[in-house]
């Protein structure tokens, strides 16, 4: 029958012992964040990542463990030369100067599978462009502080606003970006698609803009 005693009894023999680990090298990342909104893909909650950790997990966890007893462990599994496998050795060797490699493992609590995981490093939820300057400039600027941001380049028309104007406030943090000027934005409207045309000297029909329903009736008589 196994016993407190008896367990008392094989913990304080652990220093004396030798053991070989084997088995599968991982690390396990936990994702932290808060959940604001659904996805509209699926019915899944979409999270705002605030901050992650990194543990030890599968054989390098078991190795951890014996190590914290004092026991002398041999350590054999497998990495990738990685950014991964070089986080997960310098983890390792924190506990002995193992030339290990490795396996990784993601757990994230309330959190969507990685966006396109094959061509993204990391991908991040920003604020709504409706909520305003501060929550998407606080945004990058978390990103910035605790992943690294050098430059962004928007591609959504409803975000240019902001980017274009807080763009000064951006280059002082050392965020740099490749925006068009507030004038050159404007031209993207459909309403300045002749006015451009024009310059550029492209032939266009003849046009209308048109706003209401008594525009458009006009218009089609006009135009025939």
């Known amino acids: 029958m196994f016993t407190h005693s008896r367990l008392q009894q094989i913990i304080q023999q652990l220093p004396q ?8 090298v991982m690390k396990d990342v936990f994702i932290w ?11 899944v909650p979409v999270v705002e990542v605030m901050d992650e950790s990194l ?3 599968g054989a390098a966890n078991v190795v951890n463990n014996l190590v914290a007893l004092e026991t002398q462990v041999i350590l054999t599994g497998v990495i990738g030369n990685d950014e991964t496998g070089h986080l997960l050795k310098k983890e390792l060797e924190k506990l ?5 490699p490795e396996i990784a493992e993601i757990n994230v609590e309330s959190i969507n599978q990685p966006y396109m995981k094959w061509l993204v490093d990391k991908s991040f939820i920003m604020p709504y ?6 929550p998407f400039i606080e945004r990058l600027l978390y990103i910035k502080s605790n992943y690294g941001l050098d430059a962004v380049i928007p591609a959504l028309d409803a975000e240019l606003p ?3 104007k807080g763009v000064s406030l951006l280059e002082s943090y050392g965020i740099r970006t490749f925006l068009p000027t507030e004038e050159q934005f404007k031209l993207r409207g459909k309403d300045k698609l002749v006015d451009v045309a024009k310059e550029i000297e492209v032939k266009v029909p003849k046009t209308k ?3 209401s329903y008594e525009e458009l009736s006009r218009a089609t008589e006009e135009i025939g």
């Open 209 to 211: 803009i048109i706003t």
């Open 162 to 164: 902001l980017f274009i």
């Open 55 to 57: 543990r030890l997990g």
């Open 129 to 134: 462009p409706s909520e305003g300057e501060a």
């Open 33 to 43: 964040g808060k959940v604001n909104r659904i996805s509209p893909e699926a019915p």
């Open 17 to 24: 012992a030798k053991i070989l680990v084997l088995g599968d």
């Open 96 to 100: 002995h100067p193992y030339d290990v």
